[in-house]
């Protein structure tokens, strides 16, 4: 089986107003249905992979290849929407839209058609439903709890078909209970529609549910055995 996912000798540094390195040499490959986590402490630029593994920034130096392609400077954007799903710690939801408006967002931009009785539509509420929110459709997500706006966020993430799940914290603003119904919810989407998962965590016991996981230290990746 190919990798779905390759990050080839990726760094990043910063030159004003001294040399700063943040990331050296990292290189990572996820195929579909696997699960990845990487731990470190704060500040060891954990964040900033994710990000650039996500095309929402750009590396100093290296390479990306999704589902067998190089991803370019002119292809990141339209490789981020038909490639990439993101799950986030603060959830980043439009807080007046409807829950269902949320997760239809992703199908706007990219231009697929979202009316009642199309494809896209019908795939927008099965993962509502999937994630128990078929009773809130039409609520804001302003009403919602912490819990309730990480399965919109889980939604919204896998509603466009991605080949990969990033997720930074997802887990991170809620409290324990509410915390495992929402890694056992990601980890059983993730095997159920094929993806990849790359999670970037402080939580131990959401890491050891992953299949590898990494440690970031001194802007360096090592395989935790």
Known sequence: MEP???????????????????????????????????????????????HILGTLDEATSGELFIAGKKVVANMRDSCRLHHIGFVFQAFHLLTDATVLDNVLLPLQIARKPIHKNSLDYARAT????????????????????????????????FVNDP????????????????AQGIQD?????????GKALIVVTHNLALAKQTEMCYELEYGALHKIP
């Open 185 to 193: 919810l990601l980890f059983r989407a993730v095997a159920d529609e």
């Open 163 to 178: 080949d990969i799940i990033l997720a930074d914290e997802p887990t991170g603003n809620l409290d324990h209970g509410t």
């Open 126 to 157: 099965h993962f509502l439903e999937m994630v128990g929110l078929q009773d809130r459709l039409h609520f804001r997500a302003s009403k919602l709890s912490g819990g309730e706006k990480q399965r919109v966020a889980i939604a919204r993430a």
């Open 4 to 50: 779905i996912f390759v990050a080839k000798n990726i760094t990043k540094s910063f030159e004003y107003p001294t040399h700063l390195s943040i990331l050296s040499d990292i290189s990572l490959e996820a195929f579909p249905r696997q699960s990845i986590a990487i731990v470190g402490k704060s500040g060891e630029g954990k964040t900033t992979l994710l």
